[in-house]
T-cell receptor, first 114, second 113 residues
Framework: EAEVAQSPRYKITEKSQAVAFWCDPI?????LYWYRQILGQGPELLVQ????????DSQLPKDRFSAERLKGVDSTLKIQPAELGDSAMYLC????????????FGPGTRLTVL | GNSVTQMEGPVTLSEEAFLTINCTYT??????LFWYVQYPGEGLQLLLK?????DKGSNKGFEATYRKETTSFHLEKGSVQVSDSAVYFC????????????FGTGTQLKVEL
């Protein structure tokens, strides 16, 4: 069964450093989502792509976060500089199309900022 | 805006007990409703979904019915197992907003022998 791949699984960094996370969605899925899940809470959407275009980044802290999906396939989420409050699980999900309601999640990247 | 409210956990049950996890929602329009499960250290797995009123989603012995009149989507299982121990998230999909998922805060389930 096809899965969403993410790397790294775990990342420890010091505040003010730059970090990057990678996601490879299920083949053929046009829509890609990045969520942030703070410990003890539900995931919250950071950014949504349709192919290579951003369709929703209203909750993305744009002063320090950036996301790209250059060829409309895999995606990178970057934080620069990292802050203590960025410690969380970063989840990537994909769906066949924007109108398709079922999203499939990857295993996530656990970020710890010291 | 959209929101999902779940019962707080942890919920601790003995094996073979009956499970109910309550979920209510607030949304404009006609959202799809989901239950996702998260095992320790892992991402979210879709457990079941329902796309319209009175639909029942079911999977692995879990069931939930989309109740528009009470804006609820309670998760039930007749006999839980230790392997069901996980965090369960109720979510809705805003079909008018690109299918963005709005999640509840999650309910931790612990099943003991």
């Amino acid at each position: 069964e096809a899965e969403v791949a993410q790397s790294p699984r775990y990342k420890i960094t010091e505040k003010s450093q730059a970090v990057a996370f990678w996601c490879d969605p299920i083949s053929g899925h046009a829509t890609l989502y990045w969520y942030r899940q703070i410990l003890g809470q539900g995931p919250e959407l950071l950014v949504q792509f349709q192919d290579e275009s951003v369709v929703d980044d209203s909750q993305l802290p744009k002063d320090r976060f950036s996301a790209e999906r250059l060829k409309g396939v895999d995606s990178t989420l970057k934080i620069q500089p990292a802050e203590l409050g960025d410690s969380a699980m970063y989840l990537c999900a994909s769906s066949l199309a924007r109108e398709t309601d079922t999203q499939y999640f990857g295993p996530g990247t656990r970020l710890t900022v010291l | 805006g959209n929101s999902v409210t779940q019962m707080e956990g942890p919920v601790t049950l003995s094996e073979e007990a009956f499970l109910t996890i309550n979920c209510t929602y607030t949304a404009t329009g006609y959202p799809s409703l989901f239950w996702y499960v998260q095992y320790p250290g892992e991402g979210l797995q879709l457990l079941l979904k329902a796309t319209k009123a009175d639909d029942k989603g079911s999977n692995k012995g879990f069931e939930a019915t989309y109740r528009k009149e009470t804006t609820s989507f309670h998760l039930e299982k007749g006999s839980v197992q230790v392997s069901d121990s996980a965090v369960y998230f109720c979510a809705l999909s805003d079909q008018g907003g690109g299918n963005k998922l709005t999640f509840g805060t999650g309910t931790q389930l612990k099943v003991e022998l």
